[in-house]
Nanobody, 126 residues
Framework: QVKLVESGGGLVQAGGSLRLSCAASGGDFSINAMGWFRQAADEQHELVAT???????KYGDSVKGRFTISRDNAKNTVYLQMNSLRPEDTAVYYC????????????????????WGQGTQVTVSS
């Protein structure tokens, strides 16, 4: 069973930066995409960013140009660099991993991700 452990959340002022990390362990390691979703209070899960093993990425529209996703395949770790943070970025951020391969785009929907972390809170104050 794949286990995902997130770190790096916290409280930051608007305009600031945070870096989230997610380390994967266990399982047979046929993971392709690793990504981040977020869920604000009373909202649905929203794709933040995802990256496939070959480096292909997809970002949610609200974070394009501000957030950067990267991964270290040797360490089975994915990172999310979040810059120019806004109060509306406040949410619980979840790391997720998908075995899905072969699509034209990286997997972008929750149901495509079989493994999930516990979540880390990011709070941006105005």
């Amino acid at each position: 069973q794949v286990k995902l452990v997130e770190s790096g959340g916290g409280l930051v002022q608007a305009g600031g930066s945070l870096r989230l990390s997610c380390a994967a362990s266990g399982g047979d390691f046929s993971i392709n995409a690793m990504g981040w979703f977020r869920q604000a209070a009373d909202e649905q899960h929203e794709l933040v960013a995802t990256i496939e093993r070959d480096g292909a990425t997809k970002y949610g529209d609200s974070v394009k140009g501000r957030f950067t996703i990267s991964r270290d395949n040797a360490k089975n770790t994915v990172y999310l660099q979040m810059n120019s943070l806004r109060p509306e970025d406040t949410a619980v951020y979840y790391c997720a991993a998908s075995k899905r391969n072969g699509g034209l785009l990286p997997p972008q929907y929750q149901y495509e991700y079989a493994y999930w972390g516990q979540g880390t809170q990011v709070t941006v104050s105005s």
